[in-house]
């Protein structure tokens, strides 16, 4: 009974609200793991694009380029559009045979809840394809990316590890190596894979909102030539041509021109299109031919593989080279964004990779097998409620420890210290030890005493004190006293103390 617009109408609302309410139901759940982190967000997003879909069909539907609904709302009522002495109970009628009509050709037909049907899908565990080295979305897997760098001209030859540091620090590569075709593609690739990596690990974010911003920002800054390593292009597209261009009219001969130098012959050559190799004269020949030819009349042997011809380095296409550049640029401010986004999987992806060397092949195996299980088996033991009717303490495996350990280690008995403010100690063997910690150590600090072994089983700070003022006491009677101590001796040989020897002194008889 779905034919009618009206009851296909009432479905897609009925569907649109299911679905909210089953992403709510579904995102309320807190995941046990990463990977059911993934499929939760996963199947939230599917849930989304059907969403997305049935709205659209709604649309349509309420827009009524074909007035469909306007004449089914009208047939409701016993009107037509095309009669208006329609009798209603005709109408009714007509349209009561016809559900006789289809429950006739369907008697095995029975209401069917969508409910169970609908819960269904927050069981399904969606199909994401990932890499074996990116490990379900931990780590990036950038090895063919990597190659292409320390392959390319304007790459190093580094360490993975290395390049996973400077991968996203576009700075340092020369605008001349950016300009390049090969560049232009490793670019284009990174961004790609950063993006399909990212859309499979983050299935809710809205990237083309965030790469809208990232143009809106981008156009602003590039008119005003504030894009970092490319300011000059943002202005004129032909200043770094010619910043390279050498003006021939001040040189005469093929020698004159020679003594400019290798590299800006090069440059220059490079600028035009032309071949750079070559010893200096070759090169100095090659560049002066351009003094007398136009570029579109010279012999096609003398440009470079890679021009298009001369018709690219003359004056009709001049805005070429900043249009390129512009576009460049675009795909590294994009590329920031999206090594800004994932910051903390690039930190993990380099800490994976440092562990990776100090392990075997059979380590990494095991480990990853470990990683898989191990959520599993933790969230089978979080479920397990255990039994623990006389609060015993937990040992090493989360589990209470036996009672007759309890009972051995004298668990049983508190002893508390008035010095680390009032904590109890559980056992004898906690308390011995708890003057040699940090608790016990500050608290004797703040009260002016040193915590020596003559404090040892002392917890009250009345106590503490007492003892400290007779070892004051102690020390004052055994301190070293001058006037009484120290020895003095005359010119006869008689020793005095201080005190004697300073008296006998001040009345003359020394």
Known sequence: ??????????????????????????????????????????????????????????????????????????????????????????????????????????????????????????????????????????????????????????????????????????????????????????????????????????????????????????????????????????????????????????????????EVGQEKLKEALSALGLKTGGTVQQRAERLFLTKHTPLDKLDRKHFAKGSRGPEQNGSAVAPRPSEDAKEIALMEAKMNKMCDLLRETIVRTKENIEKKHALTYDEIVQEREEDEVQPESESDDEDQQIYNPLKLPMGWDGKPIPYWLYKLHGLGQEFKCEICGNHSYWGRRAYERHFKEWRHQHGMRCLGIPNTKNFNEITSIEEAKELWERIQEKQGLNKWRPDLEEEYEDQEGNIYNKKTYTDLQRQGLI
Do not use: C
Request: charged residues 30%.
């Open 1 to 258: 009974m779905s034919s009618t617009l009206l009851e296909v109408t009432r479905a897609a609302h009925e569907e649109v609200e299911r679905l909210e309410r089953l992403i709510v139901k579904d995102l309320q759940t807190e995941p046990p793991t990463a990977k059911d982190r993934l499929y939760q967000s996963h199947r939230a997003r599917s849930m989304i694009d059907q969403i997305t879909d049935t709205t659209h069909r709604l649309i349509e539907v309420y827009e009524d380029k074909d007035n469909s609904r306007k004449d089914e709302i009208a047939a409701l009522g016993g009107q037509s559009s095309t009669s208006a002495n329609v009798n209603v109970f005709s109408a009714f009628y007509d349209r009561l045979k016809e559900i006789r009509e289809y429950h006739r050709r369907h008697p095995a037909s029975r209401y069917v809840d969508t409910t169970d049907e609908y819960e269904e899908l927050l069981k399904v565990e969606p199909t994401i394809e990932f890499a074996g080295e990116e490990a379900f979305g931990r780590y990036l897997d950038l090895h063919e990316l990597y190659n292409e760098y320390i392959n390319s001209k304007f790459g190093q030859q580094i360490e993975y590890s290395a390049y996973l540091d400077i991968f996203s620090d576009l700075g340092r590569i020369s605008r001349k190596f950016k300009l390049t075709r090969q560049y232009r593609e490793y670019i284009q690739k990174l961004v790609e894979y950063l993006v399909y990596f990212f859309e499979r690990t983050e299935p809710l974010q809205d990237l083309d909102r965030i790469f809208s911003k990232v143009v809106a920002e981008f156009e602003e800054q590039w008119s005003n030539g504030l894009i970092g390593g490319w300011e000059n292009e943002s202005h004129d597209g032909k200043v770094q041509q010619k910043e390279a261009t050498i003006d021939l009219d001040y040189y005469s001969t093929v020698e004159q021109l020679m």
